[in-house]
């Protein structure tokens, strides 16, 4: 299974991209900061790192740098807010495949990364699109985006969604006020994210 390690000190950001990759079939690990994505990349030799650069202390092409600089061997790919054409040529020299808008949508992302991987992330066939020049989802045609992907997604999300459920309740029946919110936000972001809000 590929493996991913998501960088950002938001929660919010790390679960919500977190989802998009499980959903992908990628195997997640976060980090919260810097330095905690450099001791996880160690660790984990992760296929994939993706990094907001919009929230995280340290700027983002030179966290990659330092990345590289310690032997990750990691494809890297950044999200940003407003990707400017400066952090983007920054980005660019330090590695990074594409510096994605955010809020991530998820077919962008999925169809993004099934065109530059193998293994169970890229078991759908998609068209191959250059999105390193895409600054929003209206960039993209609607041929861009497989209605199979789409299809994909959906069933994935009904799948999991008993787990997500039982998350909630076996976590307010332990009386885990942090837990259930976590589940809470997990599936909320997943179920916006996939048009069930």
């Known amino acids: 299974m590929l ?24 195997d997640v690990v976060q980090a919260a900061g810097p330095q905690e994505s450099l001791r996880q ?3 984990l ?22 990345l590289r600089g310690v032997g990750s061997r990691a494809r890297f790919l950044l999200v940003v807010a407003d ?9 660019a020299a330090a590695g990074a495949l594409a510096c994605l808008p955010k809020p991530v949508d998820p077919r962008l992302l999925l169809s993004f990364l099934r065109s530059r991987t193998t293994g169970p992330a890229a078991q759908v066939p998609l068209p191959a699109v250059d999105l390193v020049d895409i600054e929003s989802v209206e960039d993209l045609h609607d041929d861009d985006i497989d209605a199979d992907l789409d299809d994909r997604l959906q ?6 969604l008993p787990g997500r459920l039982s998350a909630i309740t076996r976590s307010a029946r332990s009386g885990d ?9 997990t599936l909320a972001g ?3 994210q996939l048009g069930h809000p």
């Open 3 to 26: 493996t991913a390690l998501v960088v950002d000190d938001e929660p919010e950001g790390r679960w919500r991209v977190t989802d998009l990759l499980t959903l992908g079939g990628w």
């Open 83 to 91: 990707p400017s054409e400066v952090l983007r040529a920054e980005a």
């Open 177 to 185: 006020p942090v837990a259930v919110a976590s589940a809470a936000f």
């Open 45 to 66: 030799e992760p296929d994939l790192i993706v990094v907001d650069a919009s929230t995280t202390r340290m700027q983002a092409p030179a966290l990659l740098r330092r």
């Open 155 to 160: 069933e994935i999300y009904v799948t999991s």
């Open 41 to 43: 990349a160690a660790l």
């Open 190 to 192: 997943t179920s916006g």
